[in-house]
């Protein structure tokens, strides 16, 4: 079933991942989930409008709730949060009597992440580095701070490091003076906004949209019966040239051969320079 696949639809970016060498028949369509912003309801909306220092948003996504992370962890969040100036929109299922919530922090088991990212008063995102989250704050640039946890997102928050548009921070030794100094650095220096707003240039430079994109390459692949001639030939490769093994066992046969062969000789050379040296001696005994 693997060998006989026609086509890939990748959810990936250049500026996401960086530039990759794909076969003909794996195609990016990234951000093909994507939809208009929707307006933000009466109370969410008045609060952003208002956030004049700007709003800083914090998801984890959908798998991993506030309420499970560690309590000491929660805790750094708010204590950091409520010294900032900005507004900070955390989805998160914490019950608010069972916290001491700073006023700037705003808590809501969902939000329209689309819609905050969309929204100009936004100023940072801090995520778990999910492959959408990180395509969604790039397509509307947006500084992130990443804190991974599982799959790609070690391999998002380096890229994001990398390419001048966030900051990897780790769960496990994270403290109030990291977080605070991270969220610091991102909205103080203008370079990492100038990076991401690059980013989205090059996210959103598409001769087509993403789900035009997979129509025309599903419909090529039904026109040309399977698309066959896209495949690369290391397809139908069996597993041993395909990671060069036939390669590498003659090469090291002949290298033990030559290693033999030259031993031998070497071998052979310090014998008859020994015959030589004791004959020698018997001469002038």
Not at 7 to 13: A, E, P, V, Y
Not at 95 to 123: E, G
Not at 167 to 188: D, E, F, P
Not at 224 to 253: C, E, N, R
Request: net charge positive.
């Amino acid at each position: 079933m693997l060998r006989n696949t026609s086509l890939f639809l990748l959810t990936s970016n250049p500026a996401l991942r960086g530039a990759k060498l794909y076969p003909p028949n794996v195609i990016e369509i990234s951000g093909i989930h994507f939809k208009d912003p929707a307006p933000l309801d009466e109370e969410l909306n008045d609060i952003m409008d208002k956030a004049k220092k700007g709003v800083i948003y914090f998801s984890f996504g959908t798998l991993l709730k506030a309420s499970n992370i560690r309590k000491e962890i929660a805790q750094t969040f708010l204590t950091v949060f409520g010294q900032l100036d900005q507004t900070i929109l955390w989805k998160a299922d914490l019950k608010y009597t069972d916290w001491d919530i700073p006023k700037n922090v705003y808590m809501r088991d969902r939000f329209d992440q689309i819609s905050i990212l969309a929204h100009p008063n936004c100023v940072l995102f801090l995520t778990h580095g999910g492959v959408s989250s990180m395509m969604e704050a790039i397509k509307n640039a947006i500084p992130v701070i990443v804190v991974p946890f599982f799959a790609d997102q070690n391999i998002n928050a380096a890229n994001a490091q990398y390419l001048g548009y966030g900051l990897h921070l780790s769960y496990r030794n994270l403290t109030q003076q990291s977080l605070r100094w991270a969220i610091t650095a991102v909205l103080r220096d203008s370079r990492f906004k100038a990076s991401v707003e690059r980013a989205s240039e090059v996210f959103t430079d598409k001769p087509m949209s993403s789900l035009d994109s997979s129509v025309y390459w599903i419909e090529y692949v039904i026109r040309h019966s399977g698309a066959h001639h896209l495949k690369p030939p290391t397809v139908h490769m069996p597993w041993y040239q395909l990671f060069f093994l036939d390669v590498i066992v003659v090469y090291f046969v002949a290298f033990c051969l030559i290693l033999y062969i030259f031993k031998q000789v070497i071998s052979l050379l310090f014998l008859r320079l020994l015959f030589v040296t004791k004959s020698s001696k018997a001469k002038v005994n």
